[in-house]
């Protein structure tokens, strides 16, 4: 199953529970402009993504751009792939809870302003999996909590980010 959203104006909300299937590539896409991207912050604000995965070989993908971000992804085993993406302005603040098997993790936060605080909270379950990257850049207060229960034989690895 593919799935693409791709919400090019503000105030933009994705919500999708239980979303199930074999071979499952989930894509979503906030502050697009049709014509290209816009880099001078008159794209899409306040930005809202809340995606429940149940099984199966699972490639989630998130991209926010422009003013104010927030992702909540509950993942519910198998394959698992995550790319997110959160740029532009304004806050950035991802939950993600992968309830485990295989885990690629890659979260991208950046930009700023002076309110623009990133946070990012992630949650990978055990036995296994993990390969955990984590960039926070940006002039404005970054924080993580990680609770990641791996017991290694051929997974693990987390590298964090955090830089101006």
Not at 24 to 37: A, C, L, M, R, S
Not at 87 to 105: E, F, P, R
Not at 115 to 132: C, E, K, M, P, S
């Amino acid at each position: 199953m593919t799935f693409i959203a791709r919400q090019p104006k503000s105030d933009n909300v994705i919500e999708y529970d239980q979303l199930t299937g074999d071979d499952n590539y989930f894509g979503f896409y906030q502050g697009e402009n049709i014509y290209g991207w816009q880099a001078d912050g008159t794209g899409g604000n306040n930005n809202y993504i809340g995606v429940n995965v149940e099984g199966s070989d699972n490639t989630v993908r998130h991209q926010q751009l422009h003013n104010w971000h927030d992702v909540n992804t509950d993942i519910q085993g198998d394959g698992n792939t995550v790319w997110s993406n959160q740029q532009n302005w304004g806050a950035k603040t991802i939950d993600l809870t992968i309830n485990n098997d295989d885990n690629t993790v890659n979260i991208d936060q950046r930009g700023g302003g002076q309110t623009a605080n990133h946070t990012a909270t992630i949650t990978l379950d055990g036995t296994y999996g993990t390969n955990l990257s984590l960039n926070q850049s940006g002039s404005t207060q970054k924080s993580y909590t990680l609770n990641q229960f791996c017991t290694t034989a051929g997974g693990c690895s987390v590298s964090v980010t955090q830089s101006n």
